[in-house]
């Protein structure tokens, strides 16, 4: 048994509907992207979850409304939504959305530059110094490590030292020797 004009219309009009859902959850992704700035490997993975979140709803959507019978006046429809809703309701949307981008990161900017870098400037000028000092005692570390392998050694053990014994050294031979 066919389905009836009405219902083909009626699930057309809903296939509409659906499709500038979909263009709408797409600028989404783009609202974000405008927000948060990422590369172009960012961008085609958001993409490819994109069109797999597409997929996956238009199979629950086909199976809903037509009992899993893939007609091409729902594909049609769907897309045709999308491209209505890109054309009228989604420039409005994403220009508002950049407009409101750019006021958040003028504000942000302000707050960066007006208030929180002359509170922690005295901060990054300490930690300056102290990087300074740090480097200049790891300067000095490196020069005693240098300079302590040519450190002479205990003079009683020398071997030119032998013959030139101390007084101390006779008496501990003297005990040995005993």
């Known amino acids: 048994m066919g389905i009836s004009l009405a219902d083909q219309t009626m699930d057309f009009l809903l296939a ?49 409304v037509n009992a899993g019978e893939i007609r091409g006046y729902l594909i049609v429809g769907e897309l045709l939504g999308a491209m209505v809703y890109y054309g009228t309701i989604g420039r409005l949307i994403m220009r508002s959305a950049q407009a409101i981008s750019r006021a958040i990161r003028c504000v942000l900017r302000f707050i960066r ?38 450190r002479l050694k205990r003079t009683g053990i020398l071997l030119y030292n032998l013959f030139n014994v101390s007084p101390k050294r006779k008496e501990k031979k003297s005990e040995v020797e005993r």
Do not use: E, H
Not at 133 to 148: E, Q, T, V
């Open 16 to 64: 509409l509907a659906f499709g500038a859902g979909l263009g709408a959850l797409y600028d989404v992704f783009r609202i974000l992207r405008a927000l948060i700035p990422t590369g172009k490997i960012v961008i085609f993975f958001q993409d490819l979850l994109y069109w797999c979140i597409c997929g996956v709803l238009t199979f629950l959507f086909i199976l809903g």
């Open 113 to 150: 530059d007006k208030i929180l870098k002359p509170i922690f400037r005295p901060f990054l000028k300490l930690g300056r110094k102290i990087q300074k000092a740090m480097k200049k005692a790891g300067k000095n570390s490196k020069k005693l490590s240098r300079s302590s392998k040519y």
